[in-house]
Nanobody, 126 residues
Framework: QLQLVESGGGLVQPGGSLRLSCAAS????????IGWFRQAPGKEREGVSCISSHDGSTYYADSVKGRFAISRDNAKKMVYLQMNSLNPGDPAVYYC???????????????????WGQGTQVPVSS
């Protein structure tokens, strides 16, 4: 059974850093694009970053560009999201998702991903 499990969330001071991890089981990451999404209370789920399977190309939402970095280790079945310079706009539940996508992951939306983790909370203290 394909499963994704996020970890690494937690309270952090503004300007601080966190590294989120997404562990895959029941399948190999090869051939799957991985996306990180977030959802804050009362808001729609939004794409944060993604990494394609075929060329490793990455995409970042404008709000996190230059602060977040996505990476993957297919051998370890792990995907990471390094988050730096966290600000009050970043608190949310963060999800990783996987899907076999035909094109660069930058062109896809949350609804295009069929496999999701349960999410990890990232609050930022004021």
């Amino acid at each position: 059974q394909l499963q994704l499990v996020e970890s690494g969330g937690g309270l952090v001071q503004p300007g601080g850093s966190l590294r989120l991890s997404c562990a895959a089981s029941g399948f190999t990451l090869d051939g799957y694009a991985i996306g990180w999404f977030r959802q804050a209370p009362g808001k729609e789920r939004e794409g944060v970053s993604c990494i394609s399977s075929h060329d490793g190309s990455t995409y970042y939402a404008d709000s996190v560009k230059g602060r977040f970095a996505i990476s993957r280790d297919n051998a370890k079945k792990m995907v990471y999201l390094q988050m730096n310079s966290l600000n009050p706009g970043d608190p949310a539940v963060y999800y990783c998702a996987a899907e076999r996508l035909a094109f660069s992951c930058r062109y896809y939306h949350p609804r295009d991903y069929g496999h999701w983790g349960q999410g990890t909370q990232v609050p930022v203290s004021s």
